[in-house]
């Protein structure tokens, strides 16, 4: 965690910024071990690895997530099928299709024509080609960030940026390739042993941005500070979540008055979650999250891409198709 990292930052326990960093090690700005306390509740939070949890209960979130061997925490105690999803996620984000392609020379004539046509036209890297066209730029907080791919692909486009995710592993990957470098994941074994027969390790190719950092916090918690971004963005984040309207109202808590919600999803509304939603009669998923938008205040547009194809890799005969939709709104 980087020491700047402290002015975004409210207790998750009670709400207070009177907040102090105290460093074990820091490495060129970078708190590697420490905690941060609270003055006025006296909640302490750690630091393992470079990671901030930040979250109610943070000692205990530790002890469920991680294990210790000697004195390092180097083991995510998760199961294997989410690390497999994890690192599937970042094959899509740090991998390119010419990449993919030349690593694995036996992937079949289909699957290879859907990679060259559109591995690298993701929601992201549509976001990436907006941000050049329309010359934005500012402060970004991503919401669910998983292991970076975001910050990689919009990179030094961005004055400044803050990564927030409930789960350690996709945060300590995220700092790993972006922030100390160490490029040390690759890609699942079965895509590499079989006929994906080169090794893939992630690589960011881009500069981060200057003021980058990523940290655990769960949103449902909270833990940011208000008003504070001048984007805030979530992928594939909302039909995660048992209310998914919640969303929004904390994008405008967390964005400044002229800033810009960010959002994506593919659409797999869980079937309580869509009864919740409660369409209009042949309403799209897209028109119902750009209602969510507007009920929760956002009045404009400020863009909208309708049937991105975003392709995800299951393994060497399974290619996955999602159909995802992109949407900036603003006040
Ligand atoms: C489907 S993944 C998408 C990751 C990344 N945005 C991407 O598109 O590659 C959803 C992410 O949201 C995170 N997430 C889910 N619920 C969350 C919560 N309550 N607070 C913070 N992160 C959450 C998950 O840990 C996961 O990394
Ligand atoms: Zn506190």
Same mark, same amino acid.
């Given at each position: 965690?980087?020491?700047?990292?402290?002015?975004?930052?409210?207790?998750?326990?009670?709400?207070?910024?009177? /907040?102090?960093?105290?460093?074990?090690?820091? /490495?060129? #700005?970078?708190?590697?071990? #420490?905690?941060?306390?609270?003055?006025?509740?006296?909640?302490? $939070?750690?630091?393992?690895?470079?990671?901030? %949890?930040?979250?109610?209960?943070?000692?205990?979130?530790?002890?469920?997530?991680?294990?210790?061997?000697?004195?390092?925490?180097?083991?995510?105690?998760?199961?294997?099928?989410?690390?497999?999803?994890?690192?599937?996620?970042?094959? #899509?984000?740090?991998?390119? *299709?010419?990449?993919?392609?030349?690593?694995?020379?036996?992937?079949?004539?289909?699957?290879?024509?859907?990679?060259?046509?559109?591995?690298?036209? #993701?929601?992201?890297?549509?976001?990436?080609?907006?941000?050049?066209?329309?010359?934005?730029?500012?402060?970004?907080?991503?919401?669910?960030?998983?292991?970076?791919?975001?910050?990689? /692909?919009?990179?030094?486009?961005?004055?400044?940026?803050?990564?927030?995710?409930?789960?350690?592993?996709?945060?300590?990957?995220?700092?790993?390739?972006?922030?100390?470098?160490?490029? +040390?994941?690759? *890609?699942?074994?079965?895509?590499?042993?079989?006929?994906? *027969?080169?090794?893939?390790? @992630?690589? !960011?190719?881009?500069?981060?941005?200057?003021?980058?950092? $990523?940290?655990?916090?769960?949103?449902?918690?909270?833990?940011?500070?208000?008003?504070?971004?001048?984007?805030? @963005?979530?992928?594939?984040?909302?039909?995660?979540?048992?209310?998914? !309207?919640?969303? $929004?109202?904390?994008?405008?808590? /967390?964005?400044? !008055? !002229?800033?810009?919600?960010?959002?994506?999803?593919?659409? +797999?509304?869980?079937?309580?979650?869509?009864?919740?939603?409660?369409?209009?009669?042949?309403?799209?998923?897209?028109?119902?999250?750009?209602?969510?938008?507007?009920?929760?205040? $956002?009045?404009? +547009?400020?863009?909208?891409?309708?049937?991105?194809?975003?392709?995800?890799?299951?393994? +060497?005969?399974?290619?996955? %198709?999602?159909?995802?939709?992109?949407?900036?709104?603003?006040?």
């Amino acid at each position: 965690m980087f020491v700047n990292t402290l002015q975004y930052l409210v207790c998750p326990d009670c709400e207070s910024t009177d /907040l102090k960093l105290h460093s074990e090690q820091t /490495l060129k #700005g970078d708190v590697k071990s #420490g905690r941060v306390i609270c003055s006025t509740c006296t909640e302490s $939070f750690p630091i393992h690895d470079g990671v901030l %949890i930040w979250l109610t209960n943070p000692d205990q979130y530790l002890r469920a997530h991680v294990t210790e061997r000697e004195d390092h925490i180097e083991h995510i105690d998760e199961s294997l099928e989410s690390d497999r999803v994890t690192a599937l996620y970042w094959l #899509g984000h740090y991998v390119s *299709a010419k990449e993919l392609l030349s690593a694995n020379p036996k992937l079949s004539a289909t699957l290879k024509t859907l990679v060259k046509k559109y591995w690298d036209q #993701g929601p992201m890297q549509t976001l990436a080609k907006l941000f050049k066209q329309k010359k934005l730029s500012g402060s970004m907080l991503e919401l669910g960030c998983g292991s970076g791919g975001l910050a990689h /692909l919009l990179g030094s486009n961005l004055d400044s940026y803050l990564g927030i995710d409930s789960a350690y592993q996709g945060v300590k990957r995220a700092r790993d390739i972006l922030i100390t470098k160490k490029n +040390i994941y690759n *890609a699942p074994s079965d895509l590499v042993q079989g006929p994906l *027969a080169n090794k893939i390790t @992630a690589k !960011s190719k881009t500069k981060p941005p200057l003021d980058c950092d $990523f940290i655990v916090v769960d949103i449902e918690i909270g833990g940011l500070k208000k008003n504070h971004w001048d984007m805030v @963005a979530a992928f594939n984040v909302i039909d995660m979540l048992e209310e998914p !309207s919640q969303l $929004f109202k904390l994008k405008q808590f /967390l964005l400044k !008055s !002229s800033g810009i919600a960010v959002s994506s999803s593919p659409y +797999i509304w869980h079937p309580e979650t869509a009864k919740q939603l409660k369409p209009k009669k042949n309403e799209s998923s897209q028109d119902r999250m750009v209602r969510m938008s507007r009920e929760a205040g $956002f009045g404009k +547009i400020a863009f909208e891409i309708r049937d991105i194809p975003w392709l995800f890799f299951k393994n +060497i005969n399974q290619l996955e %198709i999602y159909n995802v939709h992109l949407l900036g709104v603003r006040n």
